[in-house]
């Protein structure tokens, strides 16, 4: 009995044209052969095999392999099966070649946001994924929970909650392939649940920006001063009359209760009504009746651990006025006068003459990165973090918590997560990019209750890999992700160190601050110089984005000149020769 055509070799797929089935098939392999369809060292299925499937004779293959092979297309050995053989392949004219290198890419890259990524435990993570598939159910490998694996939610609740004080329910942790996608559908929720506005930095990404408003949001920048940002600028949102309330996208209905009164509401949707109590609200509603009582609102999750910033072992203070943030000693820690002048005020310019205050008023939500703010590096302050929680309570308010580096710092112990002062109010979003590597596209966020099914079905199926998370899952809870993490931690601490001696060695009037947490640092130059130094670094062959890259387009804090040097992108063998290019590109 012949044996299925399925099981006898290689699948090919091969279309035979012209006159003659040997020629047509001879033809049809050639150009495959010649425009690389067929890659030099191809093993080509056995002429039975081809035959099977072509439903041809055997001997019609066999003469056509041999042809090509006497024209040098193929290469037959015993033992070895036939070959594509090695020869030069002509791309198509409409296609550049895939490794084409671009002319002139700089030799160094000192552009933040990625970790070194010669680092990457590869040893290690290869043992875990072998160990975390061979214990995997069957059932494992299917569709699965929209949230993620439960193995890697019940891992992630526990190094959440001893690492980074964050408090976390496996249930409430949903698994996103990487920090955009999981903004992305959190921007989607709130704007399907009536938000037209949220709130983010006067710093930070504009990829991050131009993807929310993607989803129908506008970003406003809330004002920025020397002890980072101002969640006080937040205080004039903290009423929504009964026209502006807003439906939970779950409900749909105008709300509960006696005539006027606000029912289910989106983030920041407060209702008066003639009497009673407004109905029970979705994330951030206000439901506010005669009697005065609000009905429940969740709110967001906040980055934890604030670290102190400032040039390692500099405890002097910024110039009067000026908008830096101030220098920290080396264990990071300010003094009583500070923790007074860092208490939360009226934002000036634009919001003060109504400006930007009516547009933060509208802005039922905030995007911070509180421990270690991106890119200028300075903690929120903790007269700002409690202020920032207490409006979130106080209007229904959500707090996008982006806990990007929190798990490097360098001169004093961080703080809890900010989620942990309200988990009701904060989203806590992580992310294994900079602790590990961004292409893994792991990162995950630990939801309020209410906001868990409306995120959920946004999210439809999970859009991370299983075995992925199965074995970060292993690398969590075997201990291997908290040895790599102390092993990096020294590895930037050292580099962030040697950043600092060049700089007061060869460049004594760059000052480096921000340097007490992360993979970045921000080097202060001379007014109206950033560019210059920008195009002088380009020259020396280095990559590295000034300071005004990062600057929302509306934002009015003060211009400063500064590069933002991301120190954790070059790999080790690297750095020496990326520091000595820097600096000859300083002023």
């Known amino acids: 009995m012949a044996k299925p055509r399925a099981t006898l070799g290689i699948d090919l797929h091969i279309e035979p044209s012209g006159p003659g089935l040997r020629r047509g098939l001879t033809d049809a392999l050639r150009e495959a052969v010649r425009t690389g369809r067929l890659a ?30 006497a024209e040098g297309w193929l290469t037959a050995r015993q033992g070895s ?34 970790p070194d990524l010669a680092s990457f435990p590869r040893a290690e993570w290869l043992k875990a994924a072998r160990r975390a598939l061979t214990a995997a159910p069957n059932d494992a490998l299917g569709y699965g929970d929209p949230r993620g694996r439960i193995e890697l939610r ?11 004080g964050v408090r976390a329910d496996p249930d409430r942790i949903l698994v996103c392939a990487g920090f955009s996608h999981g903004l992305k559908l ?18 930070g990404l504009d990829v991050h920006w131009n993807l929310v408003e993607r989803t129908g949001l506008r970003t406003v920048p809330l004002p920025f001063d020397a002890h980072g940002t101002l969640p006080g600028a937040l205080e004039g949102a903290t009423e929504v009359g009964a026209s502006g309330s807003l439906r939970s996208e779950a409900d749909g209905s105008a709300g509960r209760g006696v005539s006027g009164s606000a029912g289910l509401g989106a983030v920041g949707s407060a209702g008066r009504g ?20 609000a009905g429940p609102g969740a709110a967001g999750r906040g980055p934890g651990g604030s670290v102190g910033q400032g040039a390692v072992g500099s405890a002097g203070r910024g110039a009067p006025g000026s908008a830096w943030p101030e220098a920290a000693g080396s264990d990071g820690r300010r003094t009583p006068s500070d923790d007074r002048s860092a208490a939360p005020r009226p934002a000036a310019g634009r919001a003060g003459e109504g400006g930007l205050r009516d547009d933060l008023a509208a802005a039922r939500a905030v995007l911070l990165t509180p421990a270690h703010q991106f890119p200028m590096g300075v903690a929120l302050h903790p007269a700002r973090r409690a202020a920032v929680v207490e409006w979130a309570r106080r209007t229904g308010g959500l707090i996008l918590e982006d806990d990007y580096d929190g798990e490097f710092r360098y001169d004093r112990q961080p703080v809890g997560a900010l989620q942990n002062l309200d988990p009701d109010h904060v989203v806590y979003l992580g992310t294994a990019s900079k602790s590990l590597v961004p292409g893994l596209r792991l990162a995950w966020m630990v939801l309020p209750p209410s906001l868990v099914a409306d995120v959920m079905r946004h999210a439809g199926s999970s859009a991370t890999g299983v075995l992925e998370q199965l074995t970060l899952a292993e690398f969590l809870t075997s201990g291997a992700y908290d040895r790599h993490v102390r092993a990096a931690r020294l590895r930037y601490r050292r580099r962030r160190d040697d950043l600092v001696a060049a700089l007061a060695e060869r460049a004594p009037d760059v000052r480096a601050t921000g340097i007490a947490a992360g993979l970045h640092a921000v080097l202060q130059l001379p007014p109206g110089t950033e560019q210059p130094v920008v195009r002088a670094a380009n020259w020396q062959g280095v990559a590295v984005h000034g300071l005004s890259r990062y600057r929302h387009p509306a934002a009015e804090a003060q211009h400063l000149d500064a590069l933002v040097v991301g120190y954790g992108t070059p790999p080790d063998h690297a750095w020496t020769g990326t520091l000595d290019a820097l600096c000859r590109a300083l002023p």
């Open 40 to 69: 030099p060292g191809t093993r080509l299925p056995s002429s039975r095999s081809l035959a099977a499937d072509l439903g041809i004779a055997r001997n019609t293959v066999a003469e056509s392999y041999a042809d090509l092979v």
């Open 81 to 114: 099966g036939t070959r594509v053989a090695d020869r030069a392949v002509l791309p198509p004219p409409d296609r550049a070649s895939p490794h084409h290198r671009e002319p002139g890419r700089p030799a160094h890259n000192l552009v933040p946001g990625t």
């Open 154 to 164: 019940t891992a992630l609740a526990d190094y959440l909650s001893r690492a980074r």
């Open 186 to 203: 959190l921007a989607e929720v709130l704007h399907a649940r009536g938000l037209r506005t949220l709130a983010v930095e006067s710093y």
């Open 274 to 293: 003639a009497g009673g109590l407004a109905g029970s609200g979705a994330v951030g509603s206000v439901g506010r009746g005669a009697s005065g009582a």
